[in-house]
């Protein structure tokens, strides 16, 4: 997968990590909001709940949905791209008692992370739709490479039309588009005021 080269892909990558460090220094991100989502409990404590493995969470934030998943049986490993995330996160753990591999890096970047998989279940809340469009697709493979056969991605986005920026949003067609091998299996629209939507893949059996 090709690395930026051009000084606009450079620049975006940029302001997306100080736009989240600044969210961060002011203690106040609107996603990281200390509740995890019903759609995760859903899915790991429903019907037809998958069997505790390892799961990987790309942006985690302060951990909360990574204590979560440890407190229900699962190996977790959670990667956030900004150090006071981290921190708090590794905070949160600890005071839970929770074991979690909390890693500080980029979720496009997962070879330099130290995350090697296979995974069972990847969780992302808001991170890839917040991507850059040239690092969707690293993205993707680096998920692709680590999940084990009939693993499960669970993602919250906003749509594209939610913020007036040429970076932000995602919509089923270019899931469907850019995970190849998965199978886009479920879009539930989100609760909140502008668009939103829960997305559920599910990686071939064939791997």
């Given at each position: 997968?090709?690395?930026?080269?051009?000084?606009?892909?450079?620049?975006?990558?940029?302001?997306?990590?100080?736009?989240?460090?600044?969210?961060?220094?002011?203690?106040?991100?609107?996603?990281?909001?200390?509740?995890?989502?019903?759609?995760?409990?859903?899915?790991?404590?429903?019907?037809?709940?998958?069997?505790?493995?390892?799961?990987?969470?790309l942006g985690c934030g302060m951990g909360t949905n990574a204590v979560y998943l440890a407190r229900?049986?699962?190996?977790?490993?959670?990667?956030?791209?900004?150090?006071?995330a981290v921190r708090g996160a590794r905070e949160r753990a600890e005071a839970a008692g929770a074991?979690?591999?909390?890693?500080?890096?980029?979720?496009?970047?997962?070879?330099?992370?130290?995350?090697?998989?296979?995974?069972?279940?990847?969780?992302?809340?808001?991170?890839?739709?917040?991507?850059?469009?040239?690092?969707?697709?690293?993205?993707?493979?680096?998920?692709?490479?680590?999940?084990?056969?009939?693993?499960?991605?669970?993602?919250?986005?906003?749509?594209?039309?939610?913020?007036?920026?040429?970076?932000?949003?995602?919509?089923?067609?270019?899931?469907?588009?850019?995970?190849?091998?998965?199978?886009?299996?479920?879009?539930?629209?989100?609760?909140?005021?502008?668009?939103?939507?829960?997305?559920?893949?599910?990686?071939?059996?064939?791997?």
């Amino acid at each position: 997968m090709r690395e930026p080269h051009t000084a606009a892909e450079l620049d975006q990558e940029a302001a997306v990590r100080r736009m989240l460090e600044d969210y961060y220094r002011d203690d106040a991100p609107p996603w990281d909001t200390g509740v995890t989502p019903p759609e995760l409990i859903a899915l790991v404590e429903g019907p037809g709940a998958p069997r505790p493995g390892r799961a990987l969470e790309l942006g985690c934030g302060m951990g909360t949905n990574a204590v979560y998943l440890a407190r229900h049986g699962w190996r977790v490993t959670a990667v956030d791209l900004v150090d006071r995330a981290v921190r708090g996160a590794r905070e949160r753990a600890e005071a839970a008692g929770a074991d979690v591999d909390i890693l500080c890096g980029d979720a496009t970047r997962l070879d330099g992370v130290g995350a090697p998989g296979p995974y069972d279940l990847f969780f992302d809340l808001s991170c890839y739709c917040g991507i850059p469009a040239h690092r969707r697709d690293a993205y993707a493979a680096g998920l692709t490479e680590r999940a084990a056969p009939g693993a499960t991605l669970l993602m919250f986005g906003y749509g594209p039309e939610a913020f007036d920026d040429p970076i932000s949003g995602v919509t089923a067609d270019e899931l469907e588009t850019r995970f190849t091998g998965w199978r886009l299996t479920d879009v539930t629209p989100g609760t909140n005021p502008f668009p939103t939507a829960w997305f559920t893949l599910r990686r071939d059996l064939a791997g």
